[in-house]
């Protein structure tokens, strides 16, 4: 087991813990261990749970006033390890039960499928799931704020592709040169 100091080394360089807490490695590396006192499912995105007891709290003093509360770490799309709270899974699960519909209008405001299919067609994709892919990820480089209303970028390019083949005939995209 690492020291404090070293868990905190790891939390400010660049890299999969950056930016969390330091206890974060640390319950991911009792969750690589089978450690984790139970896990629970976003979609496909596993979240591991850990009740905090006194030795926690002994190595993490800022989990002192938390000892018999629940941390949950998770891996998003790009590899990168965060601390998940009770509130954040209810959303995420709110989010994963979310309309298509709903999905594609937090996203592209009032422009229409057939709009979006014509540009993405002009600016030369192929793939519809591509298309919809590059214009989640820009948009969210755009408005960062968007990123925090759900958990996982496939999600949403799952829920937006569902609504184009809902409300877009496959030949009216094969005529713009698209592919599913």
């Given at each position: 087991?690492?020291?404090?100091?070293?868990?905190?080394?790891?939390?400010?360089?660049?890299?999969k813990f950056?930016?969390?807490?330091p206890?974060?490695?640390?319950f991911?590396d009792?969750?690589?261990e089978?450690?984790?006192?139970?896990?629970?499912f976003?979609g496909?995105m596993?979240i591991?749970?850990?009740?905090?007891?006194?030795e926690?709290?002994?190595?993490?003093?800022e989990?002192?006033?938390?000892v018999?509360?629940?941390?949950?770490?998770a891996e998003?799309?790009?590899?990168f390890?965060?601390?998940?709270?009770?509130r954040e899974?209810?959303?995420?699960?709110?989010?994963?039960?979310e309309?298509?519909?709903e999905?594609w209008?937090r996203f592209?405001?009032?422009q229409?499928?057939?709009e979006?299919?014509?540009?993405?067609?002009?600016q030369?994709y192929?793939?519809?799931r591509?298309?919809?892919?590059?214009?989640?990820l820009d948009?969210?480089?755009?408005?960062?704020e968007?990123?925090?209303?759900f958990?996982?970028?496939?999600?949403?390019?799952?829920?937006?592709e569902?609504?184009v083949?809902?409300v877009?005939p496959?030949?009216?995209?094969?005529?713009l040169g698209l592919?599913?």
């Open positions: 087991m690492r020291h404090y100091d070293e868990y905190v080394d790891i939390v400010e360089r660049p890299g950056e930016g969390e807490e206890y974060v490695p640390y991911y009792m969750a690589m089978g450690a984790q006192d139970d896990v629970s976003v496909d596993q591991d749970w850990f009740r905090i007891d006194s926690d709290a002994r190595m993490f003093p989990l002192e006033d938390e018999g509360d629940w941390v949950g770490i998003d799309y790009q590899g390890i965060f601390e998940v709270d009770e899974v209810e959303k995420a699960m709110k989010d994963y039960r309309p298509p519909v999905v209008g592209t405001g009032d229409s499928v057939d979006f299919m014509k540009v993405a067609a002009d030369g192929t793939n519809v591509e298309a919809i892919h590059d214009y989640v948009i969210i480089e755009r408005e960062p968007l990123a925090d209303r958990v996982d970028v496939e999600h949403v390019v799952d829920k937006m569902e609504f083949l809902e877009m496959r030949e009216d995209l094969r005529d592919s599913i």
